[in-house]
């Protein structure tokens, strides 16, 4: 298969686009940025076998496609600018990761249920989180986030150790220019000097009676507000 590069910004492979290709052995992609690859496209396929049984990564151009069978503490190599969907999902055998300041983009699911990884330093240069991007990562207590830091989509923190510390603290969680989480307030709440409402924000929030959006947020997520059974004024 050969991938050009002028057809990136207008293609798209989707979900197990070449799945089940045995005897696939090489992927083309001379000056490939952004791959344009969504989860599991070369699943049971020889080079992506033959990766995992080495628990290597596969990367192609500048995107780590699949890294599921790497195990320990993982070293994403410098010149990389994308990981790319579910790459790491369900890494069973990771614990620590260290991506570097070359990378751009995480794509959703990238290290979903990575369940021993405790710690992460995103890079300098991240302008976003796609959506669950760390949920279930049973062991994630440190995270460093980037000085400056854009928007943050739905579930990208749920269901770690960090996010529910920052709960306990019982203050609105902003990440960058995303009002991230807001299960602990009460009562009236304004939302102001953001961007954004990260999608299921207040989800099931009872305690929430009011809340005032700000002129700066031009987007809120789905599901922000489901459920908020006393909120009567928004």
Not at 16 to 41: H, I, N, R, T, W
Not at 163 to 184: C, H, M, N, V, W
Request: proline share 4%; aromatic share 8%.
């Amino acid at each position: 298969i050969k991938v050009a590069a002028p057809l990136v910004k207008g293609m798209k492979a989707s979900d197990e686009a070449f799945a089940g290709c045995s005897k696939l052995v090489e992927v083309e992609a001379d000056g490939l940025q952004y791959a344009p690859f969504q989860m599991d496209v070369f699943k049971d396929t020889f080079l992506l076998n033959k990766k995992r049984e080495n628990n290597e990564m596969l990367i192609i151009g500048h995107t780590v496609v699949d890294g599921r069978f790497c195990s320990g503490e993982v070293t994403i190599p410098d010149g990389i600018w994308q990981i790319g969907p579910g790459a790491f999902l369900d890494c069973a055998g990771m614990r620590r990761i260290h991506i570097p300041s070359s990378v751009k983009a995480i794509d959703y699911k990238a290290f979903q249920g990575c369940v021993l990884l405790d710690e992460v330093k995103l890079p300098p240069e991240l302008a976003s989180l796609s959506e669950n991007v760390f949920r279930d990562c049973y062991s994630l207590r440190q995270l460093e986030l980037p000085a400056k830091f854009g928007k943050v989509l739905e579930g990208a923190f749920d269901e770690t150790p960090w996010l529910e510390a920052q709960r306990q603290e019982g203050r609105p969680i902003i990440i960058g220019d995303t009002f991230y989480d807001g299960k602990s307030c009460k009562g009236s709440v304004c939302v102001e000097g953001v961007s954004s409402i990260a999608g299921g924000a207040f989800k099931e929030n009872h305690d929430l009676t009011a809340v005032t959006v700000g002129e700066s947020v031009k987007s809120i997520g789905a599901s922000a507000f489901e459920r908020c059974l006393n909120l009567k004024s928004v």
